[in-house]
């Protein structure tokens, strides 16, 4: 009997552990799927789904196969039970059952309306995964992807443009949904769709900033793919990764907004909280991001001369690498900061420092991982997306404020866009034109950030609505406007096939003429860019990595026995044979191993002068959206005795 | 009010994604110590602590501060409740606590001895993570790993006597073990410390399976480092890949052995039953494995020929090449089979066929991912292991039966090794000499595989029993005998610095006088390797990669069109150009991708010649742990006309 008893619970177990893999194997044959559709349709060049559409569409099927063709053997788990002994929920629940106890695990609080809806389908139930998963597995991959790959030198040629739409541009479009969906919900409560108190104005904010999170990722494969123009990708791919972090900020502060008396009145000691929350919560996670960093710059910076032998260990370093740059999200997670801000700047800050410390070894192996892991999460999160319009069990679907959403979503990516482009076109040189403009708000499209925020919380009906909305904005804008990409490229005239190198120089070399006379006059007005640049140029680079000019040269004389001990051999030799092409080619390194079809064309014979050029060029272009600015850079390794900035 | 209560949950929820970025914090800390530490070690060529036993180290260091640092504020969690209305555990169950429902997951049964013990702390519940993420998610790269880096030449060269200690080993170290501890059971019953009926000889033998599964990562990170012999790694290496495979069927048979009456007593039926189900899921499982891998080698074929562009999306390659194989995996577990079993096989396999179709690139990723995934699934597995022994909450340390564990274990590995060593020997032309005998002894360690078992069931006393056993015994096997593995290979006269195809070189020209005698009399013995042999280079490569004749040359005239069809152009132009060199070339392609010091000298001008002597000693080496047998390669690509095996 004892025997019988226990071969039954191994039974149990065995069938809880293949439960387990059922769901696993679920998504690894949606991603399979995908995989060999995509391939094919690459193979037919046809570009109207991109992996994540197709991602999506099949997690859909399966979502449809799941909820329709699995029965439901779970007749208990509808009803509510009552427990009098208790207090509050404790994280472990055991209970006594017909004399054998079962141990339970807090999962969450549910809300009164929401228990009918859980008369569940037990398939459907384990199909929905924790939303902790997104943000602590699959997203920071992605987010740091993005940091790590991003072209830097077109980058900051746009960054005052990238920076304003990114800040300027979500927070109005945060105010104009909220504005707008306002309006819908007073609408609402009118027609009596809506109880009157159940829906407020920070809630509408709130949806607001979940959805002006863009995730123009089909987008941006088909640029890449056809080498659209390199400023329209750098402005839309630069926007992207900024709004997210800016959006997720923003939502975590407008979650954390809580005026002391009445919820709709404005209260501005409890606003003026909020925005340094934002403040705060930002600028501590880009600091939080940069240290680790910072950290692995040197480290790797020590194994490389201190300790020679780390070139040949790429495992250790690689995961280092990995390991160090998922730390920083988890801390700042853990600190109560947000951890995708602070993964994007690590990642950024990785490919600026620590890239250029590791071995050649590494550094393949290293931008092979991530852009794996980022493919493999992006598909996961897209599978997933399909698959919960079925299987998540409380959706509200209200047409009237699906209709305003997507009214909404439009009016404020069109009140970012068009206003923000005019006022920078004001002060740039090179113009964004009237076909980049709408391109960008054509591109506007939501995704798995907007999707991660809106899933973290489906307690109450508001947020129920609001994440049933998110999806189906996500489901239209991948499909529809993603599909319509290649369309909308040839009706807008956009050119495509370009050479992103050749472009920079063309461009640089029309601007030259104008810049030169401006140069004195407005040279101030980007003084902080300077100061940051001279600063990482002379100090950081030479501390952090083997390239810039030695420190003995940059730091002041009384500073040289410390200078010498962090200074690396190799940064010496490397200096002094080459001046400031080790710098030129560090700068340009990482964009050159993203972009293997473009070739730079540094003629052999003619070194010093051509270098020399380009690095004008690089600072000539460090626009911050309001011109264009010479950068007296100084040729600190040739001249180290008159180096002084001031 | 209401906007309080939302912001009080808010924060609520806020407080638990923090708890889950903390848990993963504290691993990646401790693995970025670990990594650390061994670069240190590395550098200083110190070879006492492997990285396992370094990341079991700061484990057990972590546990012990959690354990006693942090306090314990969940004091509901050692109470348990009755609920007289339900019958059985639902998987979801909703309480109604002070007017607020709370939805609770089923996490396990609990016996009522383990109450007590949960009085825990929550932070040592949530470090806890449930066994299903072990066998779904932690084990399945690490043995895949194993067998895609497989040395195959030297693992078929030696595959009789690593099947023998495989299976017959494992079956002999299992009794062994079963019968040595239920002799001190018996004893323990008898002094009093367990009761008449708790311990059966069936929880004896299971006890006996999962010791069964040996782990000398250890001992073989050393072995490589230093080039020892090579046959020596080998026997090791695919003793303990396989021996893992056998263990785990075989405690899976045990788990499901069923006598009808008295479980002390010896069923017939039963126990066949048990032979029947080992048999049959290893069969399954081996056949889940190789058919996904086949699989995969079509479609990676397909790619390759049909549609040419494949090998300009080395990501799609990849993740297909991936997902697949963890498919094998998660497939067998879904269906009732060993996904470890399928996992292996279907390395070795892809290994073999699939490995030979991927673009250079996607060889160099695939290896490179696999290589990194295992690094760091094994390194979270001895954390883990580390921290289990503070963080589990019932433990039950029995001094007798820790002895008697500790005896039975070295017991049995010595009744494993000297005797089939012994019966191989009479076989074997190249002996296994006694002082290989004594260091596979010496490296029987034991460590993953184990732990993942006795993890698996921890519910009953016996169980626990068996899994604080288990824990002591793979801290102190990998601790001592990983740390003695050096002044074990010096006092044991074992030679190292071995280039592995010099060494084979060598053993092939002695044995080849002998061997010519006994080709004739002994060559039907190795029969089925033989046609297996033959099959595989005539039809299976052919079919499934590039290498191999045409299969319009092995296939007989009638199927020409079909074979037309079948074959890569590739392969006709390689085949006419290099006859043989292909296939040879591409058999050793992974062992010299795995060896990046080993260097194969072939002459350049005397390319045919040499080439063809490598070949004939590649078959002259397969062995069947019976002797060697010259296996007459027909040189199908060059004679055509003659090729019929039968």
């Avoid at 009140?415 to 403009?437: E, V």
């Avoid at 609001?466 to 599909?483: K, Y």
Wanted: hydrophobic share 45%; glycine share 6%; proline share 4%.
């Amino acid at each position: 009997m004892e025997e019988l008893k226990k071969y039954v619970s191994v039974k149990d177990e065995d069938h809880f552990y293949h439960q387990g893999a059922v769901e696993l194997l679920i998504f690894n044959f949606l991603l399979i799927l995908t995989i060999l559709t995509i391939w094919l349709f690459k193979n037919h060049r046809f570009r109207f789904l991109h992996e994540t559409g197709g991602a999506m569409l099949y997690g859909l099927l399966m979502g449809l196969i799941i909820r329709y063709v699995t029965k439901s053997p779970d007749v208990e788990s509808g009803t509510v039970y009552e427990c009098e002994k208790l207090k509050s929920g404790p994280s472990t629940l055991l209970i006594n059952i017909t004399n054998q106890v079962y141990e339970y695990q807090y999962k969450r609080e549910i809300s009164h309306h929401n228990v009918n809806g859980h008369q569940g389908n037990a398939m459907l139930q384990k199909m929905t995964f924790d939303p902790s998963i997104f943000f602590n597995i699959l997203l920071p991959p992605i987010i740091f992807h993005a940091g790590y790959s991003l072209k830097k030198r077109h980058f900051f040629r746009n960054l005052g443009s990238i920076l304003t739409y990114a800040f300027l541009g979500t927070a109005i479009s945060c105010i104009v949904i909220g504005l707008i969906m306002y309006g819908f919900v007073k609408a609402m409560v009118h027609l009596g769709q809506l109880k009157q108190r159940e829906f407020h104005f920070t809630d509408c904010l709130f949806f607001g900033s979940l959805m002006s999170a863009t995730d123009p990722v089909t987008v941006l494969a088909i640029f890449h793919e056809l080498n659209v123009d390199t400023d329209l990708y750098t402005l839309l791919f630069g926007e992207s990764v900024l709004n997210d972090a800016v959006a997720i900020v923003l939502t975590h502060s407008i979650s954390i907004y809580s005026p002391k008396e009445n919820p709709n009145a404005f209260d501005a000691s409890a606003f003026f909280q909020s925005v340094g929350n934002f403040l705060g919560i930002f600028a501590g996670s880009f600091a939080m991001g940069s240290s680790y960093a910072v950290v692995t710059a040197l480290i790797s910076f020590m194994h490389l001369t201190k300790f020679t032998k780390l070139c040949e260990f790429p495992m250790l370093e690689t995961g280092l690498f990995f390991l160090l740059s998922w730390s920083a999200f988890l801390s700042a997670e853990a600190a109560g900061l947000t951890g995708i801000v602070a993964v994007l700047f690590c990642g950024v800050t990785q490919a600026h420092y620590t890239y250029n410390n590791l071995s050649p070894d590494s550094k393949m192996r290293t931008k092979q991982l991530f852009e794996f892991m980022n493919f493999l999460a992006e598909n996961v999160i897209f599978c997933y997306m399909g698959l919960a319009l079925f299987t998540f069990q409380n959706h509200i679907f209200n047409p009237l404020f699906i209709f305003g959403a997507l009214v909404a979503v439009f009016v404020a990516r069109a009140s970012n866009i068009y206003p923000l482009s005019f006022l920078l076109n004001l002060g740039r040189k090179q113009k964004i034109p009237r076909n980049f403009q709408h391109m960008m708000m054509f591109s506007g499209l939501r995704g798995a950030i907007a999707f991660a925020l809106a899933i973290r919380d489906t307690d109450s009906q508001p947020k129920q609505m609001m994440f049933s909305t998110a999806l189906l904005i996500v489901f239209f804008t991948v499909w529809v406007f993603g599909g319509g990409t290649t369309p909308m490229l040839s009706w807008l005239q956009i050119r495509v096939g370009i050479d992103p190198d050749e472009d920079l120089k063309a461009k640089a070399a029309s601007q030259s003429a104008s810049n030169l006379e401006k140069n004195t006059t407005k040279a101030e007005t980007a003084w902080l860019f300077r100061i940051w640049y001279g600063f990482d140029h002379r100090y950081l680079k030479p501390l952090l990595t083997h390239a810039g000019p030695p420190l003995t040269s940059t730091l002041p004389g009384w500073c040289n026995p410390v200078a010498r001990l962090l200074t690396s051999p190799s940064a010496y030799g490397d200096q002094l044979k080459d001046g400031d092409t080790d710098y030129i080619i560090t700068n340009d390194e990482l964009t050159e191993n993203y972009e293997p079809s473009a070739h730079i064309p540094v003629p052999a014979q003619d070194n010093t002068g051509s270098i020399q050029a380009t690095g004008k060029e690089d600072i000539q272009a460090g626009d911050l959206g309001l011109g264009g600015y010479k950068l007296q850079l100084q040729h600190t390794a040739c001249q180290p005795q008159k180096n002084s900035l001031a």
